[in-house]
């Protein structure tokens, strides 16, 4: 539903505010659909497409999405310039393999029939789908996730592929759920942390950030502590443990990578 620009988070304009819902995609084909079916009730959608070559691009527009195709900068740009993009200054960011809960829609749209009065955004609980179970324990959940803000007062920041949103001020929370499934198959996760470990160990290089013997013993065995039997992931059965399991080996590999190119190896 069109409305005029409000400043909920000012309080000073009172009225309905329209939102732009913003993704960025590359080879999306077989689940952005559901995705973009969640934000139906946005009034724009905007999908930023890394040159897919599947059909990502024509199911975004059969959706009636305004597809924007543009060579890939890294996570943060690439959602920074979506944002940008976007014709209306409240931006909802959702992941292509993500979608918008029944609920969750329902606390967006008396928001912005009120003008977003109060803050100037919106956290949300996440709950993520792993091997076929949702998962609600370990570091996975509830995975507070700011992705409904006033564009003006926030903006994407964080080191790649671990972004954030940065707002001017501390943001509301929703109490409803962003629906998250983030890999096909055991074969994906592992694909993912290849891929995202050598970017956080080129990031950490490029930073300065050194790596010894104490990031290869005891931060790994710290996360699997953390994720297991701190925030109880035992709870999630064998998957819980698998889970744990990988986020350690996530850690450990992100700073032995980060080791072998201090030592001169490519890592």
Known sequence: MPGREGRGAGGADVGPAPISACIVAFQEADRIGRCLESL???????VVDSHSTDRTREIAAEHGARVIERDWPGHVAQKEFAVRAASHEWVLCVDADERVSDGLREEIR???DAGFVGHAGWEMPRCS???GRWIRHGTWYPDLSLRLFDRRRGSWGGHDPHDRVELDSAPGRLRNELLHDPYRSMDDHLATIASYTTIMADGMAARGRRAGLFDLLVRPTARFFTFYV?????????RGFVLAVLATYYVFLKYAKLLARQRGGEG
Not at 40 to 46: K, P
Not at 230 to 238: A, C, E, I, M, N
């Open 40 to 46: 139906s009730f946005c009034d724009e959608i905007v």
């Open 110 to 112: 008396a928001l912005r």
């Open 129 to 131: 789908r792993y091997l």
């Open 230 to 238: 701190w925030k109880r992931g035992f709870l999630d059965g064998w």
